[in-house]
């Protein structure tokens, strides 16, 4: 029933910067808190940001300063805007909604030096 489809990733060169959406099938999207985690190459998947219902965010150390979290309630939309990119920010980024989780299939971001 919900579906997340993740959109943005791509190839950037360290000091850019990326816009990520997170596309939303979902009736109660206005009402969930939403969250953007990520997965580098062959290290744990780690949360990097989330979003309630009433726009309070969090952000992991690795990204403040960097990473903004945001939501569209008209559009059913979350997204996370990257700067300042480093090429241990490389991974693949999901979008995740919390209680009940749904995942979306993730996009690649890869950050060269």
């Known amino acids: 029933q919900v579906q997340l489809v993740e959109s943005g990733g791509g190839l950037v060169q360290a000091g850019g910067s990326l816009r990520l959406s997170c596309a939303a099938s979902d009736r109660g999207f206005s009402i969930r808190t939403m969250a953007w985690y990520r997965q580098p190459p062959g290290k744990q998947r780690e949360l990097v940001a989330t979003i309630t219902s009433v726009y309070s965010t969090t952000y992991a150390d690795s990204v403040k300063g960097r990473f903004t979290i945001s939501r569209d309630n008209a559009k059913n939309t979350v997204y996370l805007q990257m700067s300042s990119l480093k090429p241990e920010d490389t991974a693949v980024y999901y979008c995740?909604?919390?209680?009940?989780?749904?995942w979306g299939q993730g996009t690649q971001v890869t950050v060269s030096s």
């Open positions: 995740n909604r919390i209680s009940p989780s749904y």
